[in-house]
Structure formats: structure tokens, C-alpha cells
């Protein structure tokens, strides 16, 4: 994988924008991870250097924040992200069978990437579509009312 | 029967625009409060219309407002939409923003008018994309049209709106932990007082409020007081929205008098248990609040008569505890989820919840012991409000606890057989 | 200054009724009236954020209340008529259940633990009375990480109280130390291994309540508290006199940690004086008199007896060893033979230092005044490295005008995270005014980089805004003149307006221009605050002697016999003059504790004792004249105080023989009636006959271990404990046990309070003054002795000359302090020497960082690495002061520069 060191001028001006909307420049960072990791599918050490040093923060500062939030990824993901609702709706719906089928289909559990790059799976708090339990995510798109069927469809829409 | 909420919502089709919902009678009201009310009226109005908070706590939302100073010498003052709904079973603020984005939009206008904040933020959580999409759009609608800006309707009130998506975390929807994730800091909460009506977002005075509160505020405008405590059947004023999830036949979210009972929500609006499916027990709000059971069918869901059952009316999303699920294993997936999410800042929480969570875990695989359960009433009893520093590890408790009450036998049934009885 | 009223309350604890002090919290209240509560998150310096729980006790609405409700007491603000009962049974009961909760994943490794024997996490468990942990799952582990060589890292033992990251970050202002992820992964430590930048990084330590964070350095010889021999001391390290304890065991000294004192250090100390001590266990330590070239048929005092009877003597004194020797080397040789061991350059910055302070004319703050301050100019000085326990200090100054806003805002000054986020990035005004950068730029609100001759100048120009009658500077540049106008301006409207300046830069004329601003801000209702920082640990107490200056006895000089106090002249001008001058005379005298070039040049060569294996006196940047204790008797009995060998030398040579000795507390009376203006030194700390209960107060704490065996290698009686003639302490464990005068607390140590943390019980109230008052005596005048004018002779505009350099010292925390850098891991973090240039010269001479440049200075030369500065200007160079590395240059100085070919 090329680590991209620096940030690229979309970035920056992506980043900045957000600058411009707060009293002093930290209070951006979050944002600004949002950015990088939009753009680059997960922060990096090295991304999370330049962030840092655009920001005028500490990397430790930054990595603080960073590594408090569910969704900024440290660590490099798939292609193709998929967030499986585990609370208790789904619970109570059965999502543990939908579970139980991603990872025959796909040999991978929660945290963990397949080989090919293609997904990486996670557990994820309540989606907020509980009156269609279960419900996963992949990327941006929202799947609700999973039945075991349906899945395989779903996966392979996936490259 | 009046849903003023949900009256131009339709899951058929798209939502109104600015133009239609202007058509329907949109942005009326946001034009009377500023145009023929001060300020102060808006509030006081607000106040005696008895809003409560619909974000889960229940709290005059005109009271909460009155404690901003409006002196001149505090210029910057923020509002704030809390859309983080990430309260597990609740799923209400999605469809208020997915389908009527203009009317949440021309409500936090209004309240931002009454306690004269410049600048607005919505807190929106990352998983809705389709309300970040809506309300981006409509947002832009209301700049074009000078509901937003600078000098909006010509009185000389300048109002910015921001959308800000989160990063995933449950404790963002604390409004103190959510005013640091504004600040592009750990979403740890902050300790009351000071109250961020006078210390918030960047130190500067600040009102937090749930999406369902800010959509009420357009139709009291219009309507007045009276008007808004007519509509509840209960002792709390207006509508709600509820919502089912779990077995029944037709899970999903209704508008509703508020103060109407769980059997009318469960049985007409519901649909009833699913087929085969059998009633054992409910979480009348989120996932945060008390199990009721069937002896409290008959309790009306509004804030007063659900805390004398002993739970909390909350974000008014019942999730259904059915007999094919098992008791343990479901207070453990919240216990799970609370145990996750609980920010590290403070020690009962911190501590106690993943505690509570490897006991229930090794009571539903069959490795509890009987003082497992002596454990689980000590946590319940220790990790009240007061003991931590904010109210996530009291919420995990209340389905704990009343699952220990309600469900005891269940729980010393996996102790004695040393299994599941549901696996 | 607004006199803060202080307003009683009436509270009652489980139905006593008790004094308290409106706008404390309630945690340090019950601290105060002596209640044992148990706490972690809480620290008196920083404040309460209610995180750890552990403080619980039950609040009631009032008197007929009898359901009340937990509350953190930390944050709880005292009201009149408040009624608490910490005795409540489910008060008790949630403090014992919280504890349980800390250690359901704490590895219980207490008997490998540093912290063992001195830990707060320990103490409070017992207070709690929580005995067995239910919980029977895996614990959380964590990895530990590299932290420098300082601070040991053992993340298990966390107990999450978050105090590490306030400390570090938020007081400190450290930026690599930080807690990361959430729920119970929280994790404190850096981005990556490596070492901690921040210069206070030792205080971790202490603030941390277990064994996280730990002092790396006692590692490497590790001592239980308990089996420690300790006394109260001074530091040697910088002039600012922090206040230490200093701990020993078998003959080594392996520990220093903070000693409070309300008007010094208060809870900190710096790195430098906490890991900077290992020059006393160093190996090259002299140990046995030596004589060169003497009758070697002769004793050593037969030759001392043939040196010191014939021929004419001098003394050089030194601004590193105490009042006592260098009154006793001025005794021995005389008034007019007795000279400062520093160049003459040096005595008039310091003397200039003194007539302005000591003269009554402007105010000198304390350290923990300046902690109180307003508006701070900073006039040619880097406190960070110069006197690095000003610059946490001065971090905290600028948080105080903000805080004004606060109690505005009805936010009480304990309520730390509430006042942070009311405060944000908001400011006091600080100005920073040094050739290059400092690391306190990131909090001034304007930074003004020039040559020294220059800073003088604004300096000169802002006295010249601020009052009519101060001098003019001629020729100002008008950019200068604005920022002058603009500093000025805030300075007049500040309150507490504090100029900091000092002898960093070796520029006389700046401490001139920031004695004109100070005197220039005076109005009746208010004196401004004037702070200097001096080179060493007792260049004040020398400096009072007014002695003629090294350079003098080396213009005209001319004796037999030289006794050198304990300083390294090589250290203090170029290598050839100081070879010149010693080669006058036919004795040379040297008296120290370790090997350098001086004591090369020996002819007799006693071994001294070094602060922590003696009594004596110095006298910090405030005039504040603080004794440090003897920690343990010295390896032999050839290791002496200076002091002790140079009065001996003096009686002797007045026929008086050893039995007839003089001791410490005659000495000083001796002193005081010699040199009036050190009157009040003899009082800076008990007699060495002062009992309590006719008992001595103890070095060594009740649970001392191993006295009838620790020598058993030798011999297997318990040898008898030595006898200290100099102090009331005493080199056992019986003894006085409880609350000594402050001058003489040896450790904190309290029943039930084995950590650091029993320090409330030895302080009036919690964050005050000690009981009987902070130790510690001022000596100079506060109130007005003669009158003085402003200073003038303004001295020139600096001009970059084609081919000319001036040097200006860089002075380095870790580097440029003598005895400092003994410490290997004080000398892991020192520089490699360097030349630091500007972007212009660099641009001019065609150079890059890291090209070796030949530096000439007079007579030496050296071949540096150049280091980039975007703020020196053109026509100045850094030199690292003092580094070990680097020869000895005399200040200031000017040379050439030229690129050296590869
Ligand atoms: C752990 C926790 C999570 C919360 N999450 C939300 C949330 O997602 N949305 C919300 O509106 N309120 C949430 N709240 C309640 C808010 O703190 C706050 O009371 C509410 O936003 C105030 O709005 P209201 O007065 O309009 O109800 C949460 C509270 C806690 C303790
Ligand atoms: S109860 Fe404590 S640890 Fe839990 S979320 Fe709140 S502040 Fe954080
Ligand atoms: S000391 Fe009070 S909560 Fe930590």
C-alpha cells in the first residue's frame, strides 16, 4: 500500500474550509480526520502527521480525538466497509443469523478484513432503522428487513 | 385526531421542498415569532405550552431557554439540533428529518430567534446520510429564501446554520459530551453546573435540544398553548412520536396524542405480537429505561405516569421483550452496547459496566454463579445518577435492574441449569 | 492588588459543626479541618473534575433532611449552613464498592511495584477497607512504552484518573502525552515510544497516585520510601532555590522529589532538579586529599600548616557552594583577598541584579507570586531554560486574567474543567522578548526576536511610554517604537503587571531597561513585580559579599597561594588566560567534590561534600536565603563541607586546635555580625540543638529496614548510627514523629498517608503555607533604602558588521547547568554543541543545517554543526552556553564565522 505522506491541495482546501467556520483551528480536527480518511479510506500514522501538523496541533493531541470515535479508522480497511447492527433490536430480530452467514460466506469475523481487500466487517451500535431490523451498512448504503436470502444478493454487489 | 408533526410526512414520496412546504403553510409561524413576537414572548410562549424535551429527559424546553442571559453582553450565543439519536431502539428523529427536513429547519430557526444565537449547528449522526442529504439541501433552500443568513425577514436577525456530522459514539448525544465533540475534542461529558446555557459550545451560552422538540416549536407558534396541551390525552402537552420495535406485526414509528397507553401502541398501532409470539415485556423508550410488563399494558406513555410505573417514558421507542428471546441474553446486548460505548472518564462506568456485561455473558453461557446476581443488584444500586459523572451508566442500569425484578427466575434458571434455556 | 475576602461558612460533618472557607470544595475542606477522605482525580494544584468518584460523600438539603444524596465533594462548593456526613454508611459503602471497581484490572504487583511503600492507590484502598476483588474475568493488559530516560511506563497498574494528562498537557503545557481510545481501553502515554518532551515530565511521578509513571533514574537502584534516609534540601541547579527532598540508601543518593513550599516550588519541581542529582554518586568523586609536588614525607595537615602560615594567600569564591564556605574562604583570607569566582562581566550583571532588586525601589516576587500575575513581559530571558520552574509558573499566570472572567461567571478557581472549557483558548497577555525561540512564544501574545542590545532598547523605550521621566532611546526604529507603545499600554493597565528578566544573555543592559519598566509602572497602589533570574544556585548569596570579580585577582594579583572554593575557572573564560593566571602561584588550593580542569592544576586538592552529604545556606533569585540538610555522612572522613575545612584551616592558622572547632550554627552568627546585610540567615532553620520533646527529628521513616543487617557485609554489630552536630535531625528512625518546623520535614509521612500525598496534613490549610510558616527567610529590602532614578546610558542600535560575530549564550535545561549533566540521563538529553545561525547569515555564508562552520572566539576554535534559526537575526550566532563539550569562552563575545570546505 503507498502511504501518502502529505495532504493534497483538495484537502487542504476541504480542510480549511472547515477552519474558516470555527473559532480557532483544533476545533476543525475532527472534520478534518472526515476529510483524509474520505479520501483516503482510513488515517494513517503518516496522515495523521500532516493533519496534525496543518492544524497546529500535537499528533498526540490529534490521535486523542482520533482514536476516541468509532468510525476513524487507524487501522487500513476493505474496499468496502460493511457495519452490522449488533444492538438490541437486531438482537431481538435475529441478526446473529446474518452474522453467522457474512462470516461463512466471506471467512472473515468483526474487525477483520478478507484477504482480497474486497470487505472489511464490523460491529456496529444501532443504526437507527430498528422497526426494519436487522439492518447492516455497507459504505454509505443502508440495507434493512435482512433475511438470509437476501444477503448473498447483497454481497455481490460488492467489488 | 391532530398530528402536526407528521401531517405533511409521507413515506410515498419525497420530502416537501421549500416551495410546497411553504404552500402547506410552512415558515408561517417562523414569520409571526419574528416578526410580531420579542424574543422573551417566544419563550414564555414556549414555556406554558409545557413542551417537554423529547430527547429523553423530559425537561421544560421554555425554562431551559430562560436561563440563557440575554443581556447585550454576551453577542455570541450557539443553538444546537441534537440529531445523534443513537440511543439503540430509537429511530424517531430519522424520519422527522427524512421526511419533513424544512419544518425541523423553520423550528430551531424560531428558538435560536428566542434566545438570539447567530450561529446554529445540527449534530447530526454519521449513519444518516439521507437526512444529512435532505437537510443540506433544504438548509440551502432556506439561505436562498432568508430564512437563514444575514437580516432574516428584514428584522435585522442574522442566523448561520451548520450541519456537523458525527463520528460514532452513543455519548455524543449527552449534550455536554456532544458540545466537545463540536469542539473538535473527546466526547467526554462536561459536569452541570455551569449549565451550558451560560458556559457551552466554545465557553459561550448555548442550547442543546432534540430534533422532535425543535418540530414542535413551529405548531405552538401557530396554534399557541392551549392549543398544544389539548392535544395530549395524558398529563404531559402535545404529540408524540412513538415507536415499536421487536415482534409485533407492524413494527414502526406513529404519531400520537401523548399520553396514549402501551396496549392502544402495541395492540391497534402495532398490530399486536407477531404470530406465535408472545408479550413479555417492553422498554417503553430507547434502550435506557425500565422494562414494563404486562401488568402495565393499561400505564398511558407520557413523562408522568410511565416514571410512577417505575421506567421512563425517554425517547417514547418501545422495543418488545417477546418468549422466544431470552431475558439475559437481551440485557446483555445492552449491557454490551452500554459497556462499549461508556466514555472511560469516569470509574463506576468505566469499571463496573464491562463487569456487568462479563457477568451477564458468562450467566447466559451457563457459567454464573448465584452470587452473580448479588453482584449485578450492586451495580444497579451503585451506578445510579449522582454516582457518575453523567446519566449513561444510570440508563444502562434501568433495563438491568428491572430485568432483575421482572425477569429473576430467568436469571437463575441459566445459573441452576448451567445453560440457556433458549439455545 | 483587590484584597480577596475571605468569607467563613459554618459546615457540619456528620452533625459537628466546623469553620470553613467559603469558595474551597469540599474535598479540601475535609482535608483541611484533617478528615481522611479518599481521592484520585482531584490535585491541589489543579483542581477537581469529578472523574474518579472516589470522594463521595453524602449531602443533605439541611439540618431535617435525612435522605440527602451522594455527592463528589471535590465538586462541591462550600456554602453556609451545608450539612455532610462522610461517615454514612452508603457514603462509605460507594468509596469501598469504587475502589473495587479501580482495581477489578489492576495487576496487584505491589511487591514488584516502585510505587510500593509511598502509594496513594495503596493508602486509599486501606482507608476504603476494601479487602477482596469479585471480579473473576482476564484482566485488561496493556503494552508499556518507551518514555526517554526519565520516566518508566507500566500502563496495567492505571487507574484512569486522567491526573498524568491534566499535569502534562493542560498544566505543563507538554504536547506528547495524551490519553487515547475510550470506554476501559483508555490508554495514556505517546503517539509512539519515545522520549517526553516536556521539561516537568518528572512530576508525573508524583502526581500519577500509583505506579504508571515512575521515576526511571531510582529504577537503577531502587529504594523503598521507606528504607530511604532523607532530609529536607535545596536544589543546586538553577537560582530559583526549589525546595527537594533528597533520599539515600547505602551511601548513594538515589532519589529527589519536590518539597513543598507555598512561596517557592510549591507541588513541582523541573527535570533538571529532579533527575540531575547522580553527580553526587558520580565515580570520578574525589575522595582523598590529594598533594602534588609537597613534602611527601608530611601529613597533610603539616603541609596545609607550611601553605597556609607563609606567603600571602587569595580566595575565589563561587556562586555554586554555600554562604558558609564562602564566608569561611573570605575569614580565611582576608576582606580584601577574598574574590568572586566569576568574571567580571558576570558580577556587574549580578550586581546590577541586586542594587535594582535590593533596593526597595521595585518589587521582587516570589515564585508563587509570580504565579499571580497579569501581564508578564518577558525582557531577554528563556525561562524554560534558565530557571525552568518560572516558566511553569508563568504558565499558569497566563491563565489568570481569564479566570477573572470566570468568577464572573460564578465558576469557582477549583473547578478545573468547567474553567477550561469557559476559558478555551483565551489568554492572559504574555510578552516574549529573546533573540530567538523560547517555548513559551506559543502562549505570548507577541514575541520580539532581536539582538541583545536591541531588547535593551525596547525595553529602554517601554519605561520611556510608561513614565515621563525615564530616559529616551535614541533612533528607534518605528516598528520597535509601536511594539513599545503597545506593550506599554498593556502593561499600565494591567493589575499585577510582572516584568521577568535576568543575566541569560549576559547584557547588563537589559536588566537596566526592565528595572526602568518596573520602576516606570510603580504607582502607590501599585508596585510592579520585577523577577531576574541569576546563573547558579547561590550567585545572589555571593553576589550579597560584594567580593571584586575573577577577572580582578587575574589583572592584579599577586600571591603565593590560591584557594579555590569549589569552581571550575576553565568553566569561566578562555583556557589560555586561566592557564596564565594559575601559573602565578606556587600553591594551589582547590577544594570540590568531582574532577574538572581546576582541580587538574591542584597542588593540594581536599575532597568536599556535596549538598547532599552536608549542612549549608543559599540564597535564591528572590533573596531568599534556605537551608539544605545533610542526607547521609559522606563515604570518609576526608569528605568534608567545604565550609568545615576552610573554618578549620582558619582556626588553625590561628593557633586554635580541632577540639576547639568551630560549628555551623557559630559560623553563621559569625557571618550575620560581619556582614549585616545577611542578617536572618541564622534563623532560615532551627538550631542544631532544637528538640522536640527533647527528641530529634528522624531521617529515616518508622518502617526503616535492615539497620542490624544492611552492613552485615562488614561487619555483623549494628554499628551505631552517626551523630549529626550540624542539625536537629538525626541519622536514625526513633525520633520526634510528628509534624516538624517546615524548615526540617525530611518526607511526608502521615498514619494512613505512606505516599506524598499526606503533604495536607503538613500544610495549614490544603495548598497553603506549612504549619510554622514556609521555610525560608528574605533578606532583601521590600521597603525603600535609597532612592534611585531610572538607569540610563541606552546603549546603541545592533548593527551587523560584514565579517563580525556576536555570540549570544543559548542556555539549555539539560546542558548548561555544571553539575546537571553528571546525571546520564540529564546528559542523554543534552545537545551535541552546534552553531545556530539565522536565515540571512545562513543564505550569506551558503549553509545548511548540519554544515560544519569554523567558529573563532578570541583565541578559541571550533568546528560546529550550523543550526537554523528563523528568528535570530542577521549578524548574531547561538552558542550552546556552558555545554561539558565545549571550551570555556568569556561572555560576551564576538568572532568570525567561516564555512569550512569539505
Ligand atoms: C448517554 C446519553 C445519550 C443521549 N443521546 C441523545 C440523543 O441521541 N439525542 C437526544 O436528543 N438526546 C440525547 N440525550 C439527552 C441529551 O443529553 C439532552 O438531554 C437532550 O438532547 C436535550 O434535548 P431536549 O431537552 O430537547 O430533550 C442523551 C443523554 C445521554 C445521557
Ligand atoms: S457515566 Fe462516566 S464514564 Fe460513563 S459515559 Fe458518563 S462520564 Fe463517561
Ligand atoms: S477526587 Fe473527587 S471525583 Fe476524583
Redesign the interface.
Known amino acids: 500500500m503507498i502511504i501518502q505522506e502529505t495532504l493534497t491541495p483538495e484537502e487542504i482546501e476541504e480542510i480549511d474550509h472547515e477552519i474558516a467556520l470555527v473559532p480557532y483551528r483544533k476545533a476543525a480536527c475532527i472534520e478534518a480526520l472526515k476529510i483524509v480518511q474520505h479520501h483516503r479510506g482510513w488515517i494513517s500514522d503518516e496522515s495523521l502527521q500532516s493533519i496534525a501538523d496543518h492544524l497546529e496541533m500535537s499528533v498526540e493531541e490529534l490521535d486523542s480525538v482520533a482514536t476516541f470515535y468509532n468510525l476513524v479508522f487507524r487501522k487500513p480497511v476493505g474496499r468496502n466497509v460493511i457495519l452490522l447492527c449488533d444492538s438490541i433490536s437486531c438482537y431481538v430480530m435475529g441478526y446473529e443469523k446474518i452474522y453467522a452467514q457474512i462470516r461463512d460466506r466471506l471467512h472473515i469475523s468483526f474487525g477483520e478484513t478478507t484477504p482480497d481487500g474486497r470487505f472489511t466487517l464490523l460491529p456496529n451500535a444501532c443504526l437507527g432503522t430498528c422497526d426494519h431490523a436487522p439492518a447492516l451498512m455497507i459504505n454509505n448504503e443502508l440495507y434493512r428487513d435482512l433475511t438470509e436470502d437476501r444477503l448473498d444478493e447483497i454481497l455481490n454487489g460488492y467489488h | 385526531m391532530e398530528t402536526p408533526l407528521t401531517q405533511h410526512i409521507s413515506s410515498d414520496r419525497p420530502p416537501y421542498n421549500l416551495r410546497d412546504y411553504e404552500k402547506v403553510g410552512g415558515y408561517q409561524a417562523l414569520r409571526k415569532a419574528l416578526t410580531t413576537m420579542t424574543p422573551a414572548e417566544v419563550t414564555k410562549l414556549v414555556q406554558e405550552s409545557d413542551l417537554k424535551g423529547r430527547g429523553g429527559a423530559g425537561f421544560n424546553t421554555g425554562m431551559k431557554w430562560s436561563f440563557v442571559p440575554m443581556t447585550d453582553g454576551t453577542p455570541i450565543k450557539y443553538l444546537i439540533a441534537n440529531a445523534d ?7 424517531k ?2 424520519m422527522l428529518m427524512e421526511g419533513n427536513p424544512h419544518q425541523f429547519i423553520e423550528g430551531m430557526i424560531i428558538s435560536a430567534y428566542a434566545i438570539q444565537a447567530n450561529i446554529s449547528y445540527i449534530f447530526l ?6 437526512a444529512g442529504r435532505l437537510l443540506l439541501h433544504a438548509m440551502e433552500e432556506a439561505y436562498a429564501a432568508g430564512y437563514l443568513g444575514k437580516n432574516i425577514l428584514g428584522i435585522g436577525y442574522n442566523l448561520e446554520m ?1 450541519l ?7 455519548i455524543c448525544g449527552e449534550e455536554t459530551a456532544l ?1 466537545n ?1 463540536l ?5 467526554t461529558p ?2 452541570k ?2 449549565f451550558p446555557q ?2 457551552g459550545l ?2 459561550k451560552p448555548t442550547i442543546v435540544n432534540n430534533v422532535e422538540t425543535f418540530c414542535n416549536i413551529p405548531h405552538i407558534i401557530q396554534n399557541g398553548a392551549q392549543w398544544f396541551k389539548d392535544l395530549s390525552k395524558g398529563s404531559d402537552a402535545g404529540t408524540k412520536i412513538y ?5 409485533v406485526k407492524k ?3 406513529w404519531e400520537l396524542p401523548m399520553g396514549v397507553t402501551m396496549r392502544e401502541l402495541i395492540e391497534v398501532h402495532g398490530g399486536g405480537m407477531a404470530n406465535g409470539y408472545e408479550f413479555r415485556g417492553a ?1 417503553p423508550g430507547g ?1 435506557s429505561t425500565d422494562f414494563l410488563v404486562k401488568e402495565h399494558l393499561d400505564v398511558k406513555l407520557d413523562f408522568k405516569s410511565v416514571a410512577a410505573a417505575g421506567s421512563r417514558l425517554g425517547t417514547g ?1 418501545m ?4 418468549d422466544h ?1 431470552c431475558p439475559v ?2 440485557v446483555h ?2 449491557e ?2 452500554f ?10 462506568c ?6 456487568t456485561e ?1 457477568t451477564l455473558l ?1 450467566i447466559e453461557r451457563g457459567e454464573g454463579r448465584p ?1 452473580d446476581l448479588d ?1 449485578l443488584d ?1 451495580h444497579t444500586k ?1 451506578l445510579g445518577p ?4 453523567c446519566a449513561l451508566a444510570p440508563g444502562a442500569m434501568e433495563p438491568l435492574q428491572s430485568a432483575l425484578k421482572y425477569f429473576r427466575e430467568d436469571f437463575e434458571m441459566h445459573i441452576t441449569q448451567k445453560k440457556c434455556p433458549w439455545r | 492588588m483587590p484584597l480577596a475576602v475571605i468569607i467563613m461558612a459554618i459546615i457540619y460533618i456528620d452533625k459537628k459543626p466546623f469553620e470553613a472557607k467559603a469558595g474551597k470544595n469540599l474535598l479540601e475542606t475535609c482535608l483541611t479541618l484533617g478528615f481522611n477522605l479518599p481521592y484520585f482525580c482531584w490535585h491541589p494544584a489543579m483542581g477537581s473534575v469529578g472523574a474518579c468518584r472516589q470522594c463521595a460523600v453524602r449531602l443533605y438539603k439541611d439540618e431535617n433532611d435525612t435522605t440527602g444524596r451522594l455527592v463528589m465533594s471535590c465538586m462541591e462548593g462550600i456554602r453556609d449552613n451545608m450539612y455532610v456526613s462522610l461517615d454514612d454508611p452508603v457514603a462509605r459503602d460507594f468509596r469501598s464498592q469504587n475502589m473495587e471497581w479501580l482495581m477489578t484490572n489492576h495487576p496487584h504487583d505491589c511487591a514488584v511495584c516502585d510505587e510500593g511503600g509511598s502509594c496513594h492507590l495503596q493508602d486509599m484502598t486501606v482507608m476504603t477497607g476494601h479487602s477482596y476483588r469479585r471480579f473473576r474475568y482476564p484482566k485488561r493488559t496493556y503494552k508499556n512504552q518507551y518514555l526517554g530516560p526519565f520516566i518508566n511506563h507500566e500502563m496495567n497498574r492505571c487507574i484512569q484518573c486522567y491526573r498524568c494528562v491534566r499535569f502534562y498537557k493542560d498544566y505543563a503545557g507538554g504536547k506528547d502525552l495524551d490519553v487515547f481510545a475510550a470506554h476501559d481501553h483508555v490508554y495514556f502515554g505517546r503517539e509512539k515510544d519515545g522520549i517526553l518532551e516536556n521539561e516537568f515530565s518528572g512530576n508525573l511521578a508524583e502526581v500519577c497516585p500509583t505506579g504508571v509513571f515512575t521515576d526511571k533514574t531510582l529504577k537503577q537502584h531502587y529504594t523503598r520510601k521507606w528504607d530511604m534516609t532523607m532530609a529536607p534540601s535545596i536544589c543546586q541547579h538553577c537560582s530559583l532555590g526549589c525546595n527537594i527532598i533528597a533520599g539515600e540508601r547505602y551511601g548513594e543518593l538515589r532519589q529527589i522529589t519536590s518539597r513543598y513550599n507555598s512561596e517557592v516550588n510549591g507541588y513541582f519541581i523541573c527535570d533538571r532538579g529532579r533527575f540531575g542529582y547522580e553527580f553526587v554518586n558520580d565515580v570520578t568523586r574525589i575522595q582523598q586529599p590529594l598533594i602534588r609536588n609537597g613534602n611527601t614525607g608530611q601529613s597533610l595537615f603539616e603541609n596545609l600548616k607550611t601553605v597556609l602560615s607563609a606567603g600571602k594567600m587569595i580566595g575565589i569564591g563561587s556562586p555554586r557552594a554555600t554562604l558558609e564556605a564562602n564566608f569561611a574562604l573570605r575569614q580565611l583570607v582576608g576582606k580584601q583577598n577574598f574574590y568572586q569566582g566569576i568574571p567580571e562581566h558576570e558580577a556587574c550583571l549580578i550586581q546590577t541584579v541586586l542594587e535594582t532588586s535590593n533596593g526597595g525601589h521595585v518589587h521582587t516576587p516570589s515564585l508563587s507570586e509570580t504565579e499571580q500575575a497579569d501581564v508578564v513581559l518577558i525582557l531577554g530571558e528563556d525561562p524554560t531554560n534558565s530557571a525552568p520552574r518560572l516558566a511553569l509558573a508563568l504558565r499558569q499566570a497566563v491563565r489568570k486574567k481569564p479566570l477573572d472572567n470566570a468568577s464572573q461567571a460564578n465558576i469557582p478557581a477549583w473547578h478545573d474543567a468547567a474553567l477550561r472549557e469557559l476559558i478555551q483558548d483565551e489568554k492572559g497577555e504574555l510578552f516574549v522578548a529573546y533573540p530567538i525561540e523560547t517555548k513559551l512564544d506559543e502562549l505570548a501574545a507577541g514575541t520580539f526576536r532581536a539582538a541583545p542590545d536591541d531588547i535593551a532598547r525596547l525595553g529602554f523605550a517601554i519605561a520611556d511610554c510608561l513614565s515621563d521621566a525615564a530616559p529616551i532611546p535614541l533612533r528607534m526604529d518605528d516598528h520597535v517604537l509601536e511594539t513599545a507603545r503597545n506593550i506599554a499600554a498593556v502593561l499600565q493597565k494591567a493589575e499585577r503587571p510582572l516584568i521577568v528578566s535576568g543575566t541569560s544573555l549576559h547584557n547588563v543592559d537589559v536588566i537596566k531597561a526592565a528595572f526602568n519598566i518596573a520602576l516606570a509602572l510603580q504607582t502607590d497602589q501599585r508596585k510592579a513585580a520585577l523577577c531576574f533570574t541569576l546563573p547558579e544556585c547561590n550567585s545572589v548569596g555571593l553576589g550579597m559579599m560584594h567580593a571584586p570579580s575573577l577577572d580582578t585577582a587575574m589583572e592584579d594579583v599577586d600571591a603565593d597561594t590560591i584557594v579555590i572554593l569549589e569552581n571550575d575557572l576553565y568553566r569561566r573564560g578562555a583556557k589560555q588566560a586561566i592557564d596564565g593566571f594559575l601559573a602565578k602561584f606556587k600553591n594551589i588550593i582547590v577544594l570540590d567534590h568531582l574532577h574538572h580542569a581546576t582541580t587538574g592544576k591542584a597542588t593540594i586538592l581536599l575532597p568536599v561534600a556535596t549538598f547532599a552529604e552536608g549542612e549549608g545556606t543559599l540564597v535564591n533569585n528572590e533573596g531568599r536565603a534556605q537551608r539544605f540538610f545533610q542526607v547521609f555522612m559522606p563515604k570518609n572522613e576526608n569528605i568534608r563541607e567545604s565550609w568545615r575545612w576552610l573554618d578549620e584551616f582558619h582556626q588553625f592558622c590561628q593557633g586554635k586546635m580541632p577540639d576547639e572547632l568551630n560549628e555551623l550554627d557559630h559560623l553563621l552568627e559569625e557571618l550575620v555580625t560581619v556582614m549585616p546585610q545577611f542578617k536572618g540567615v541564622e534563623t532560615v532553620a532551627p538550631p542544631s540543638g532544637f528538640r522536640i520533646n527533647g527528641q530529634r527529628i528522624p531521617r529515616e521513616p518508622h518502617r526503616f529496614s535492615g539497620r542490624t543487617s544492611m552492613q552485615a557485609n562488614v561487619a555483623v554489630s549494628e554499628p551505631k548510627p552517626p551523630e549529626d552536630t550540624d542539625s536537629p535531625l538525626s541519622y536514625t528512625m526513633e525520633g520526634y514523629r510528628g509534624i516538624p518546623p517546615a524548615p526540617l520535614i525530611p518526607f511526608y509521612w502521615s498514619p494512613g498517608w505512606n505516599s506524598g500525598q499526606s503533604l495536607h496534613k503538613y500544610q495549614i490549610e490544603v495548598g497553603g503555607p506549612l504549619h510554622g510558616g514556609d521555610p525560608g527567610k528574605r533578606l532583601f529590602h521590600e521597603d525603600l533604602v535609597s532612592k534611585a532614578g531610572f538607569q540610563d546610558n541606552i546603549p546603541c542600535a545592533f548593527k551587523p558588521h560584514n565579517g563580525e560575530t556576536v555570540f549570544v549564550p543559548v542556555s539549555h535545561i539539560f546542558g548548561s547547568d555544571e553539575l546537571s549533566v553528571y546525571s546520564p540521563s540529564v546528559t542523554s538529553r543534552t545537545p551535541k554543541p552546534y552553531v545556530m545561525i539565522g536565515r540571512q547569515d545562513a543564505a550569506r555564508l551558503q549553509v545548511t543545517e548540519g554544515d560544519l562552520l569554523n567558529v573563532r572566539i578570541g583565541g578559541v576554535a571550533m568546528d560546529l554543526p550550523v543550526k537554523g534559526s528563523d528568528a535570530l537575526p542577521e549578524g548574531l550566532a547561538g552558542i550552546p552556553f556552558n555545554l561539558p563539550s565545549m571550551p570555556g569562552l568569556s561572555w560576551p563575545c564576538k568572532g568570525t564565522l567561516t564555512l569550512l570546505k569539505p
Open positions: 439519536e443513537m440511543e439503540p431502539g430509537t429511530f428523529d430519522r449522526r454519521w449513519a444518516y446520510k439521507k451548520h456537523h456530522t458525527g463520528v460514532g459514539r452513543y458540545l465533540a469542539e473538535g475534542k473527546r466526547a462536561r459536569t453546573p455551569p451560560v458556559s466554545f465557553g415507536g415499536i420495535s421487536g415482534r413494527p414502526g414509528l422498554l434502550a421507542t422495543i418488545i421483550l417477546d428471546t441474553g437481551f446486548n445492552l454490551h452496547f459497556a462499549q460505548e461508556s466514555c472511560g472518564w469516569c470509574t463506576p468505566r469499571e463496573g459496566l464491562p463487569w462479563k458468562s452470587e453482584l450492586m451503585y449522582g454516582n457518575t459523572f
